[in-house]
């Protein structure tokens, strides 16, 4: 018999952060060619075009760095970031009013940004995934002939993500919880538009409907968050249930390891050094390995080494202490994948990475740079996969309170049952029209 090959899509990211190509790196096997398009830096983009994407993109940089600075760097930084804020929710009402932001994307696209990039995948109409809002906007406003889908790579969204008519456009959403959907509602997007799928995890990480690396890897971890048993013990018939009876067998082969992340913009990487300062003794003894994870960010990376010299730790680098970073950014989202498969416990700011705590890891939360990653916060303390951080200077101390009282093995189970784990393969069922047998997701999530 034939086999049916999927329906390839164009899935179309953006280079500003990593959300963006986070989400389209996991959606790749649907990718034409294999390959996602970046919007602002393809090849044979027009000067211009990449000039205006070069601003905004220089824009969303100084708005998530600008902070650091000392004294007048938040008052700025609440400025520049009310233009893009999230509503509050309730009560609930119409807020399909637009926004100045969506108003000045939608000028943008009249005065031609995306307009090349439309005009050479329409010669192609297959479906179009993007994971930023303006190339689906374009699309639409360019008679785009095939399907038109948006990723929210956020717990929550503001009115910038729907287009200027919601009731009129055709844009399809795939929302990462529940909260987006009756968000998108607020702004207008009719329902039958509306996807609840989970944000798309990497496909390597879960491996399939049933998910058996995940679980694999997961087994392992809770070996090493819970040594002295304290939460696996209590609910052993559950874990037992869901993972299969001999998840103890498993060899977790690795430390206890915790990986620091920075954001796309570079932020927060101070926090980073501050953790191998306080983590140098353990590292030392070998009761803890850490991953210094600083993307494509080659500076971000030097100073990470510069600081592991002078805390006298240079003859852990590689072992104990590890710094990764990556020329390319599909390098980079391939590499974190094979980091977090050793990883037991990931601290990050409420980013995307938010939503990686459904891969059963637990997440200290470093604090929120933006409206979006407010919300992100909430979302994934409702949901248990992460805490806030406590001051990171003493983190050798309360790191392992948090293992030995079985915390963090909470938030790692709590993460794996509770937050969406399948929006990569939820996605792609609705692209080629496939069913796939994964769970339904709860509507508020």
């Known amino acids: ?29 649907l990718a034409q060619g294999g390959q996602v398009l970046i919007a602002n830096k393809y090849p044979g983009i027009p000067k211009n075009e990449r000039a205006a994407w070069e601003d905004l993109r220089k824009l969303y940089e100084t ?37 100045l932001q969506l108003q000045q994307t939608y000028l943008l696209i009249k005065n031609g940004l995306g307009k090349h990039l439309i005009e050479h995948m329409a010669k192609k109409p297959l479906p179009l995934i993007a994971t930023f809002f303006q190339a689906a906007f374009a699309a639409e406003e360019l008679d785009y002939p095939g399907e038109i889908y948006c990723v929210i790579c956020d717990a929550d969204c503001s009115r910038t993500w729907a287009p200027l008519s919601p009731k009129l456009s055709r844009i399809k959403y795939f929302a990462s919880n529940g909260r987006v959907v009756e968000r998108l509602k607020l702004y207008g997007v009719k329902p039958e538009n509306i996807y609840l799928t989970g944000f798309p995890l990497p496909k390597e990480l879960i491996g399939g409907p049933h998910a058996p690396v995940l679980k694999r890897y997961l087994s392992r971890r809770l070996q090493n968050l819970d040594p002295d048993q304290v939460f696996t013990q209590k609910y052993a018939r559950t874990l037992n249930m869901h993972l299969g009876k001999n998840w103890r067998t498993l060899n977790h082969k690795h430390p206890l390891t915790l990986t620091f992340s920075v954001g796309g913009a570079g932020a927060q990487q101070n926090i980073g050094l501050q953790v191998a300062d306080s983590l140098a003794s353990k590292i030392s003894q070998g009761k803890i390995r850490l991953n210094l994870v600083a993307g494509t960010h080659h500076a971000a990376a030097q100073y990470y080494r510069d600081g592991i010299r002078s ?69 994934l303390k409702i949901v248990g996969g992460g805490a806030s951080q406590n001051d990171p200077r003493y983190c050798d101390e309360w790191i392992f309170d948090w293992v030995h009282s079985g915390g963090l093995a909470r938030m790692a189970w709590n993460g794996f049952i509770e937050a969406p784990t399948h929006g990569a393969y939820r996605i792609e069922s609705v692209i080629t029209g496939k069913k796939i047998e994964v769970e339904q997701l709860p509507l508020i999530v």
């Not at 018999?1 to 996991?26: L, N």
């Not at 520049?80 to 509050?88: H, L």
């Not at 929710?89 to 637009?98: A, E």
């Open 1 to 29: 018999m034939p086999t049916h090959q999927p329906i390839k899509a164009w899935v179309v990211a953006v280079d500003m952060g990593y959300g963006h190509e986070r989400a389209a790196y996991a959606l790749r096997h």
């Open 63 to 99: 708005v998530s760095r600008v902070k650091r600075l000392p004294i007048v760097g938040n008052a700025i930084f609440d400025v520049m970031d009310y233009f893009q804020k999230i509503d509050n929710f309730y009560p609930r009402r119409d807020l399909s009013r637009p926004n």
């Open 311 to 379: 805390l006298k730790l240079s003859k852990y680098l590689g072992k104990g202490v590890n710094v990764f970073s990556c020329d390319a950014r599909e390098d980079y989202f391939r590499t974190f994948s094979d980091i977090l498969l050793t990883t037991d416990i990931l601290w990050t700011k409420p980013s995307e990475l938010s939503f990686y705590t459904g891969l059963g890891l637990p997440i200290i939360i470093a604090p929120p740079i933006g409206s979006q990653e407010e919300f992100n916060h909430i979302w």
